[in-house]
């Protein structure tokens, strides 16, 4: 099961006490207090996609250790960005990526597997009559050469556009501007916010807003958009027919530890999928 060990909100304890640290530096230099913690008592310790962190990791942590006795502890789900590079630079056990790996990326001494796809939904307001949008409209929305939704087909009214913090190096933001927006900038007149789950929020109280959000994070309240025509099936999101589809990955060092080795498998057995295909698509 998922815990955090006594020791950890000790050290985390004495950390806030002799100084003042930024609260980005303190997350991080808390998962690395953690890392260690864990490789001395067979824990494992996750970093990363908090699309992974918070809809895959819990359940199968309860499984795995329930198998194992082996442990697993969440020190962060700040993004994949950052879990990424503690892995290449050997300061994490377990990285979650949700986005698909860059040639560079691809290339350090590390070792990733694939455990299943997950949907990003395009989500409006349910009082936003527009039910489909191309991926140039989409492009040009998020761009900001598509300001008011009457040029889409819906309401006169300005669109408000709700993102994640760009500086967070969140993968779905990522993912959406490449293969979206062809590189292209976010509009700078958007409304940022911390996590997707803060984006459907904002969505619910905005009838003139727009969201790219993972699929698990859907709740009443916000409407999703076909894109070119395609909605979000399993068989689109395999055939690649619903363009706004992703990889989630697990990351590790090459040479894993036999714990982390044992989890990597454990999260490709059919008890394993069967976790994932909860709330995405599985990859077997």
Known sequence: ???QS?????????????????IGSLVWALAVTLVSLGSASAEIVY???????DHIIPAAAKVFTAKTGIT????????????????????????GVSRSLTVSEKQQRIRYEIIGYDAVGVFVHPT?????????QLKAVFTGRITNWKEVGGPDAQIVCITEVWGAKRAQMIEFQEHVMDGGPYREDR???????????????????ITAASFAFTR???????????SPEPNNVRSGAYILSRPLLLVSPARPSA??????????????????????????
């Open 1 to 3: 099961m998922m815990r």
């Open 259 to 284: 714990e982390v080795k044992q989890f990597l498998d454990f999260m490709l057995t059919l008890e394993g999928q069967k976790i994932v295909a909860g709330k995405f698509v599985p990859v077997r």
């Open 191 to 209: 409304k940022e916010v911390d996590r997707q789950s803060d984006q459907v929020t904002a969505l619910t109280a905005d009838a003139f807003g």
């Open 128 to 136: 936003n009559p527009v039910a489909s949008l191309s991926r140039q």
């Open 47 to 53: 970093v990363g996609s908090s699309t992974i962190g």
């Open 220 to 230: 009443p309240g916000v409407k999703a958009v076909a894109i070119n025509g395609f």
């Open 6 to 22: 006594r020791d950890a909100r000790g050290v985390l304890a004495g950390a806030l006490r002799p100084r003042a640290m930024p």
């Open 72 to 95: 697993l502890v969440i020190a962060d789900t700040s993004g994949s960005g950052k879990a990424l590079e503690m892995v290449g630079q050997g300061r994490a056990q377990l990285a």
